[in-house]
C-alpha cells in the first residue's frame, strides 16, 4: 500500500560523518543531532563507538550519547537514536555512559500532539508500541565479502558474527534493540559489483536467529542497480525473510539510489537509511561517497502517496546548514530545489 507510513533512518551524524576527513566540533555534531530531531525524523544515528585509531572522527560518540540523555532534543514526539559499535570494547564504553543515564531515560518528552498534520505519518502512541519516550538503539555490522570485513572491521565474517554474541547477550539483557548492517550486499569495492545474494540472505538469516531486531541491506559502494536490488530482495524473501524485518541502506554514488529505493518500496519494504544533504561514506570503501540525502527520498516517497512524517522543508534546512558547516557542497537535490521555491 503506497500511503503507508514508511520510517527514515537517518544516519547522517554517523555515516554522514564518519568519513569527513577535518575534525568536526562536538558542538557542529549536537547541534545536527537536534536539528534533525525538529524534521520530523523519528530515527537518528547519532555516533558510533569503533577504535578512534580506526576513525577518528566518531572518537567523542560517547559525549554526544551524554549529551542526549543529559539534555534532550525537544522534539514533539519519541525519537530512537541509534549508536553503531563493533566489538564488546565499543559496548563497554557505550554502556558506561548508558547505565549511568539508563534510569532517567523515561518520560523526557511531553506526550505526542493529539493530531499530526496531513503531511505526517501516525501518532505514535508510546505506551502501545512500548517504546520510552527516548530510546536507544545499538548497530552492528559485518559485511557480504571476506575482503571488505578484514579491511572495516580487521577480522572474518564468521569471526564478525562470534563477536556479536556477547553483544546480543548482553544487549537483551539491556532491554535495547540491536539492528545489524550487512555491507556490500551489492557491490564490494574489493570483490567487485557481483556479490551472490544468497549470500547475503545466508548472514541475514544468521542474524535474525541471533538475535538482531532488523537488519540494514547495505549497498555500501553504491554499485546496486534496480535489476539486482529486486533479485536481492526476491531471494531475501525466498529465503523466509520478512520485509518488516528489513531496512535498505543505499549509498548515491552511480546516482541509482533512489531508483533502488522505488524498487524496494514496491518490494514491500518501508524502512529506509539516508544522510541529509547526502552526507556520507565508509572510511574502509575507497571512492564510495554519501548515502542518498533525506530529503530525495522524503520528497520521493512523498510524491508516491507515502507518509514520512518528515517535513521537507526543515530537512532541506539543515541540509544546507550542515553542508555549510563542513564546506562541502550541498549533494541533495529536493533539498536544493525545496529551498529555492
Ligand atoms: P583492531 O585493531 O583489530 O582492534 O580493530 P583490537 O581489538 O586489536 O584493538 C586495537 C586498539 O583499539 C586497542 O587499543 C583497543 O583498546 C582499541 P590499544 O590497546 O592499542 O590502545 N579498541 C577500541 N577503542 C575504542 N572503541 C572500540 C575499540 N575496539 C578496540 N570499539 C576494530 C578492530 C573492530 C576495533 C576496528 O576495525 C574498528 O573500529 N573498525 C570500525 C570501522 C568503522 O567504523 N567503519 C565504518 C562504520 S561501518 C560503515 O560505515 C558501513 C555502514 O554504513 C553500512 C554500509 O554502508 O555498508 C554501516
Ligand atoms: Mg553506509
Keep these: ?3 503507508d507510513f514508511v ?11 564518519q568519513n569527513e576527513k577535518k575534525s568536526i566540533p562536538l558542538a557542529t555534531k549536537i547541534e545536527l543531532v537536534e536539528r534533525l530531531a525538529l524534521t520530523g525524523l523519528k530515527t537518528i544515528e547519532a555516533g558510533s563507538f569503533v577504535s578512534p585509531k580506526w576513525v577518528p572522527q566518531m572518537a567523542n560518540s560517547s559525549e554526544i550519547l551524554e549529551h ?6 525537544k522534539a514533539p514526539h519519541p525519537i530512537t537514536y541509534q549508536f553503531l559499535l ?27 500532539p493529539p493530531s499530526p498534520g496531513a503531511d505526517e ?32 572491521t580487521n577480522c572474518s565474517i564468521t569471526e564478525s558474527l562470534k563477536r556479536f554474541e556477547p553483544i546480543m547477550a548482553r544487549a ?14 551489492l557491490g564490494c569495492p574489493y570483490e567487485g559489483p557481483n556479490v551472490d545474494p544468497h549470500k547475503v540472505a545466508n548472514l541475514a538469516v544468521s542474524l535474525l536467529e541471533m538475535g538482531a531486531d532488523e537488519i540494514s541491506v547495505a549497498d555500501t559502494t553504491g554499485m546496486g542497480t534496480a535489476p539486482k536490488t529486486a533479485e536481492l530482495l526476491k531471494t531475501l524473501t525466498a529465503a523466509g525473510i520478512e520485509n518488516n524485518d528489513l531496512a535498505l541502506h543505499f549509498h548515491d554514488t552511480y546516482g541509482q539510489a533512489l531508483v533502488n529505493s522505488v524498487v524496494a518500496l514496491e518490494h514491500g519494504i518501508r524502512t529506509f537509511d539516508a544522510a541529509v544533504g547526502g552526507l556520507g561514506g565508509c572510511p574502509f570503501s575507497p571512492g564510495a561517497t554519501g548515502n542518498v540525502a533525506s530529503e530525495d527520498l522524503v520528497h520521493c516517497f512523498h510524491s508516491l502517496g507515502a507518509k514520512t512524517g518528515v517535513d521537507i522543508e526543515k530537512l532541506s534546512e539543515v541540509g544546507e546548514w550542515i553542508s555549510r558547516e563542513l564546506g562541502r557542497p550541498n549533494e541533495s537535490r529536493a533539498g536544493k530545489a525545496t529551498l529555492a521555491r
Excluded at 542526549?68 to 532534543?73: Q, S
Design 7 to 17: 520510517r527514515i533512518v537517518e544516519v547522517g551524524p554517523r555515516d554522514g560523518l
Design 172 to 185: 537483551k539483557d539491556l532491554d535495547l534493540n540491536v539492528r545489524a548492517y550487512i555491507s556490500v550486499a
Design 68 to 73: 542526549i540523555f543529559k539534555h534532550p532534543p
Design 86 to 112: 563493533p566489538n564488546v570494547k565499543g559496548l563497554d564504553n557505550f554502556t558506561s555512559v548508558w547505565e549511568s543515564h539508563a534510569s532517567s531515560k523515561q518520560d523526557t518528552y511531553p506526550t505526542p
Design 121 to 152: 505519518g501516525p501518532v505514535l502512541n508510546t505506551s502501545e508500541i512500548g517504546i520510552s519516550s527516548l530510546d536507544i538503539e545499538l548497530s552492528i555490522f559485518t559485511a557480504a565479502t571476506e575482503t571488505f570485513t578484514q579491511k572495516n
Design 1 to 3: 500500500n503506497r500511503s
